[in-house]
């Protein structure tokens, strides 16, 4: 009986292997790097450990890094939820780990020497293109030249072929003292000059001093002295070097904010805080979390948010606050990653997808309730709050929601938060009516605010869609179901970029005019009416909200409602909610709307009004939070319904005996990038018997596999 490893591989498969020797640390949540069965290297990440008869096993060739490389917390979480979501723990796992991380070896033809002359054409181009790109993957070599041709270069000398790692360059070098013992390093160096031993001294005390391995940089730094010194120390024996392929984490400043500490609760739910009212609410937290020795998690929705919090916190815990964002340099996001996993406490900020990092003792977990940007775009399409949440509770952490609004689903489950509310008193005025510019009595309001700090929100870019006179339609997209939008002197596809200046109607040839209004009109517009304005422009408020305006012009909000979506309400009253939020204690807020919607009456009648309106249509409907859904999306390039139907019938007959219901339709978008859209909306329980969920998902797997035009989205956000 031995140690044996499982361990997960990008494919999704899972191996077992054995350890060349015994390690004094449990390895789940490690990379390890491994032989596949064609003998190439491939990295893999260890899920589980057991004591098995290792015969017959392969052995592991390494573990690369000095920590876990995921969360092994993340293990379980993810085990709970690949029957859902259609997953294996592999692919779950590789999906979720920074891309990075994936090593893997690749076999490469290199050009060794060359001369052309007298060589067949084939083989001064295939020489071309290697001296172009330095090397060339021999698989896909092998695509366009003969391998017996490669074979043959190669046993010349013309070419070489080799494996080697693909992978980032993320070696570091370390300097540390052979000994600190000042009279010993002296006799080493007893020829030298009075400077050098002055300067070797310095370099000697900084060690014993600081008591850790130094950079040849910070030495040169703290101790004064040249790179020539530093050559000499090293020649002499007098400093080793040490290379680390993941440098230790090296805090310069641990600080600790000096302000004072509150315990969190165990769940909060802050509703409608600004970014400033938030960072308020969470320093003291963080400041207890902290002092406890305990890790926080903070989920910002986007790149710009987790920025906005880094640049905000940084100055108040120095190094103890680590962004892991897209925008760093490899190495920096490599090293912030790994240091999530040393043991000194810290605040860890990123974006939703990086939740997983290897945070040692996660302690507290701060989020959003804002669902788009937490929705994985791709399969396994996680939805990746609802992991968090699973996350913090097996962690035994903390948990912070900042709603802005709270969504559908965590109203429901508000009673198991303790709820924080700031009451602002703002004056709300609901405009329903077609076309607010033709209404002077909206352009006297707008006059009234020109001299104030003003915005006009219009939830539509551009200038405006195209109509034709004579037909009366509105000019679409020649390869979408979408209309064209004016933006400039061109007519623009906003899903798929096409785009032309022949501004004339694809039916009868007639001149096409501007219809509707996007925010590049309304601001011409406005510039023309009320020219001694100040007004600002946007089609969204992007995160940090802050309150900022004295006045907020909703116009054309009603255009949200026409998303064929069954979120479309919701979606408008977070949009209006954000306008609040923008808004100084006592502002205007003006919105433009029919007027029909439960979202623009709350605004005057309370949000509860929302809440209970959109629950009640939920639950007649059978919409999430009071079903589950599977949303089968079949996309293909002849409309070919009769092929879609069959499909259907075959999910249909399929599922038979399971308590689901299954609805087919065409897409709201139909025609999309050239492509014909239809869907199958299969709806289950908000809970499912384990033995029902295995069958659903079995053979949701087998659909998505054996079709290549099936993408199988569960939970899906939209039916867009
Ligand atoms: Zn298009
Ligand atoms: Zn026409």
């Known amino acids: 009986m031995e140690r044996v490893l499982k361990a997960v591989l990008p494919n999704g498969r899972s191996e077992l292997y054995r350890l060349p020797e015994p390690v004094d640390f449990n390895p789940v949540g490690y990379r390890v790097l491994v032989p596949l069965r064609d003998g190439r290297g491939a990295t893999a990440v260890v899920v589980r450990q057991f004591l098995a008869d290792p015969e017959g096993l392969p052995y592991i060739d390494s573990f690369p890094d000095r920590f876990p490389v995921i969360n092994p917390l993340a293990i379980e979480v993810l085990k709970n939820n690949l029957l859902e979501y259609l997953t294996t723990l592999g692919e779950a796992i590789f999906?979720?780990?920074?891309?990075?991380?994936?090593?893997?070896?690749?076999?490469?033809?290199?050009?060794?020497?060359?001369?052309?002359?007298?060589?067949?054409?084939?083989?001064?181009?295939?020489?071309?293109?290697?001296?172009?790109?330095?090397?060339?993957?021999?698989?896909?070599?092998?695509?366009?030249?003969?391998?017996?041709?490669?074979?043959?270069?190669?046993?010349?000398?013309?070419?070489?072929?080799?494996?080697?790692?693909v992978a980032p360059k993320v070696e570091e070098y370390f300097l540390v003292a052979a000994t600190t013992d000042e009279e010993e390093v002296l006799k080493k160096i007893s020829r030298a000059g009075k400077r050098r031993k002055e300067e070797t001294l310095r370099v000697i005390r900084l060690f014993s001093e600081l008591g850790r391995e130094l950079t040849a940089e910070e030495i040169k730094e703290l101790a004064d002295v040249s790179s020539q010194t530093l050559r000499y120390l090293l020649d002499k024996g007098i400093l080793v070097k040490r290379t680390y392929t993941m440098p230790p984490f090296r805090a310069g400043v641990l600080k600790q904010s000096g302000r004072p500490a509150a315990e969190p609760p165990p769940r909060a739910l802050f509703k409608n805080p600004t970014f400033s009212e938030r960072l308020e609410r969470l320093l003291p937290y963080l400041e207890h979390t902290l002092r406890e020795g305990g890790d926080t998690l903070l989920l910002a929705p986007t790149l710009a948010l987790a920025?906005?919090?880094?640049?905000?916190?940084?100055?108040?815990?120095?190094?103890?606050?680590?962004?892991?964002?897209?925008?760093?340099?490899?190495?920096?996001?490599?090293?912030?990653?790994?240091?999530?996993?040393?043991?000194?406490?810290?605040?860890?900020?990123?974006?939703?997808?990086?939740?997983?990092?290897?945070?040692k003792n996660l302690k507290?977990?701060?989020?959003?309730?804002?669902?788009?940007?937490?929705?994985?775009?791709?399969?396994?399409?996680?939805?990746?709050?609802r992991l968090a949440f699973e996350l913090v509770k097996l962690s035994g952490g903390k948990l912070i929601v900042f709603g802005e609004p709270p969504s559908v689903e965590l109203h429901l489950a508000e009673?198991?938060?303790?709820?924080?509310?700031?009451?602002?008193?703002?004056?709300?005025?609901?405009?329903?009516?077609?076309?607010?510019?033709?209404?002077?009595?909206?352009?006297?309001?707008?006059?009234?605010?020109?001299?104030?700090?003003?915005?006009?929100?219009?939830?539509?870019?551009?200038?405006?869609?195209?109509?034709?006179?004579?037909?009366?339609?509105?000019?679409?997209?020649?390869?979408?179901?979408?209309?064209?939008?004016?933006?400039?002197?061109?007519?623009?596809?906003?899903?798929?970029?096409?785009?032309?200046?022949?501004?004339?109607?694809?039916?009868?040839?007639?001149?096409?005019?501007?219809?509707?209004?996007?925010?590049?009109?309304?601001?011409?517009?406005?510039?023309?009416?009320?020219?001694?304005?100040?007004?600002e422009f946007k089609t969204t408020l992007n995160e940090p909200i802050n309150a900022v305006y004295e006045a907020v012009f909703v116009l054309f909000a009603d255009r949200i409602l026409s998303l064929p979506d069954f979120r479309k309400t919701e979606e408008l009253f977070i949009y209006l909610t954000k306008a609040k939020l923008s808004l100084k204690e006592g502002g205007f807020l003006f919105v433009h709307t029919s007027g029909e919607s439960h979202a623009a009456a709350s605004l005057t009648e309370g949000e509860k009004l929302f809440y209970e309106t959109e629950l009640e249509m939920r639950k007649a409907l059978k919409l999430p939070p009071f079903a589950k859904l599977y949303l089968v999306a079949l996309t293909l390039k002849e409309e070919n319904e009769k092929l879609a139907l069959r499909v259907f019938k075959e999910v249909?007959?399929?599922?038979?005996?399971?308590?689901?219901?299954?609805?087919?339709?065409?897409?709201?978008?139909?025609?999309?990038?050239?492509?014909?859209?239809?869907?199958?909306?299969?709806k289950t329980?908000?809970?499912?018997?384990?033995?029902?969920?295995?069958?659903?998902?079995?053979?949701?797997?087998?659909?998505?596999?054996r079709y290549r035009f099936v993408r199988v989205i569960p939970n899906p956000r939209s039916f867009l």
């Open 685 to 705: 329980p908000p809970r499912l018997e384990r033995t029902e969920l295995k069958k659903l998902s079995g053979f949701l797997k087998e659909l998505k596999n």
């Open 95 to 165: 999906k979720l780990l920074p891309p990075w991380a994936d090593w893997y070896q690749e076999t490469f033809v290199y050009l060794e020497r060359f001369s052309p002359v007298g060589l067949p054409k084939e083989v001064v181009k295939l020489a071309e293109e290697l001296k172009k790109k330095g090397r060339l993957e021999y698989e896909k070599l092998k695509r366009s030249y003969d391998w017996r041709l490669i074979k043959f270069l190669e046993e010349k000398g013309f070419l070489k072929v080799e494996t080697r790692w």
């Open 652 to 682: 249909k007959t399929a599922l038979a005996g399971l308590p689901v219901e299954v609805g087919f339709s065409k897409a709201p978008t139909f025609k999309l990038r050239e492509r014909y859209r239809f869907q199958i909306l299969i």
């Open 364 to 385: 507290l977990l701060v989020l959003e309730d804002e669902s788009g940007n937490y929705k994985l775009e791709r399969s396994p399409y996680f939805n990746l709050k």
């Open 307 to 359: 920025e906005e919090y880094h640049r905000a916190l940084y100055p108040l815990f120095g190094d103890r606050v680590l962004l892991y964002a897209e925008s760093l340099p490899q190495r920096e996001r490599i090293k912030n990653w790994f240091a999530a996993a040393e043991g000194f406490p810290k605040i860890f900020i990123t974006t939703p997808k990086n939740l997983f990092a290897p945070l």
């Open 415 to 535: 009673s198991s938060f303790k709820v924080f509310e700031r009451e602002k008193t703002l004056r709300v005025y609901l405009y329903d009516g077609k076309n607010p510019f033709g209404d002077e009595t909206v352009l006297e309001l707008l006059r009234g605010f020109s001299d104030r700090k003003t915005l006009l929100l219009v939830p539509k870019a551009g200038y405006s869609n195209l109509m034709c006179p004579r037909c009366g339609t509105l000019e679409e997209c020649p390869r979408c179901e979408v209309f064209l939008r004016l933006e400039g002197k061109r007519a623009v596809c906003p899903v798929c970029g096409y785009s032309t200046e022949g501004l004339s109607c694809s039916r009868c040839g007639e001149a096409l005019k501007p219809f509707g209004y996007g925010v590049d009109r309304v601001e011409e517009l406005l510039k023309r009416q009320i020219p001694e304005g100040h007004f």
